[in-house]
């Protein structure tokens, strides 16, 4: 089957169906699963200076700070090459036609997804997605799942700290619950985005755009409420920056020069939007 990602003489890659509620289309959801190659490492902040004092009219140094905890110090540990993102939400290839990921428009609790790759087709619950880390390091960095990173956009200011849930979801088959994962999921990257996205934008904010800017800010809210059938007034929300930008095509790695000033190499990622 002929996908818009992929040249012909590339091999297809995995397809995953999202099922929408009766009244709204219903497009697939592709992403590819190709390894990333390493990158130079960024320099971590320098140590501390030790501080020495007076004792008896003799200058002797002051004993070494406590360590701190484990967990403290795994996550200030810099990465020194480039992580893997999962292949069920990485992005590889773009394309020049409608994209056929997953409309941010619609809250991702409320569809259902099918693995196009199984016959019959196999239902992949919420649990199936949270029990997939997002991102992990890379095998020199140890392997391990990333405990925590932040999501940023093309050419707009949003930053998006995602955190372990701490809570596996419902919707999952019968059975004991999965065991509350201490590392960033697959479902904690799509749920953090949903939620932030639909945050109302500050009207202070609106204030301060140009003219031409919030025309398009208010077309982008009419048209969004006119595809949810939501009912008017309704306040603008940051997915409205996206304008017709609003389907997702997966996120990737972050390049040294797109780090947001006071991150690092690592941790930063950038969500890909395709056109509506």
């Known amino acids: 089957m002929y996908h818009p990602y992929y040249l012909p003489y590339m091999v297809p890659q995995p397809v995953f169906y999202v099922l929408y509620?009766?009244?709204?289309?219903?497009?697939?959801?592709?992403?590819?699963?190709?390894?990333?190659?390493?990158?130079?490492?960024?320099?971590?902040?320098?140590?501390?200076?030790?501080?020495?004092?007076?004792?008896?009219?003799?200058?002797?140094?002051?004993?070494?700070?406590?360590?701190?905890?484990?967990?403290?110090a795994a996550e200030a540990a810099p990465l020194c090459f480039r992580p893997r993102v999962d292949p069920l939400i990485v992005y590889s290839h773009p394309t020049a036609g409608p994209s056929p990921g997953w409309d941010l428009y619609y809250d991702i609790r409320t569809l259902r997804f099918t693995d196009a790759r199984s016959v019959p087709l196999k239902i992949l619950y919420q649990a199936d997605f949270a029990a997939r880390p997002a991102a992990r390091a890379a095998p020199q960095d140890g392997g391990h799942p990333l405990r925590s990173i932040v999501l940023i956009f093309r050419?707009?200011?949003?930053?998006?700290?995602?955190?372990?849930?701490?809570?596996?979801?419902?919707?999952?088959?019968?059975?004991?619950?999965?065991?509350?994962?201490?590392?960033v999921s697959?479902?904690?990257?799509?749920?953090?985005l949903y939620d932030y996205l639909r945050t109302p934008v500050d009207w202070n904010v609106c204030a301060r755009m140009p003219g031409l800017h919030r025309d398009m800010l208010h077309r982008a809210r009419v048209r969004r409420l006119k595809v949810l059938a939501e009912p008017l007034p309704h306040p603008m929300r940051n997915i409205d920056f996206f304008c017709k930008w609003h389907h997702f095509n997966g996120i990737r790695v972050a390049e040294p020069?797109?780090?947001?000033?006071g991150r690092r190499f690592g941790e930063v990622f950038v969500v890909e939007v395709g056109r509506g």
């Open 257 to 261: 020069g797109e780090v947001p000033k």
């Open 186 to 192: 697959d479902w904690d990257v799509l749920t953090a």
């Open 155 to 183: 050419y707009l200011p949003f930053q998006i700290e995602v955190k372990p849930s701490h809570s596996p979801p419902k919707g999952a088959p019968p059975g004991p619950p999965p065991p509350e994962a201490d590392f």
């Open 21 to 72: 509620p009766s009244n709204t289309p219903s497009p697939a959801w592709s992403f590819s699963s190709q390894a990333s190659l390493p990158t130079p490492a960024i320099l971590s902040n320098p140590l501390p200076l030790r501080n020495n004092r007076p004792v008896d009219g003799s200058r002797i140094q002051s004993p070494p700070p406590k360590p701190k905890p484990d967990a403290e």
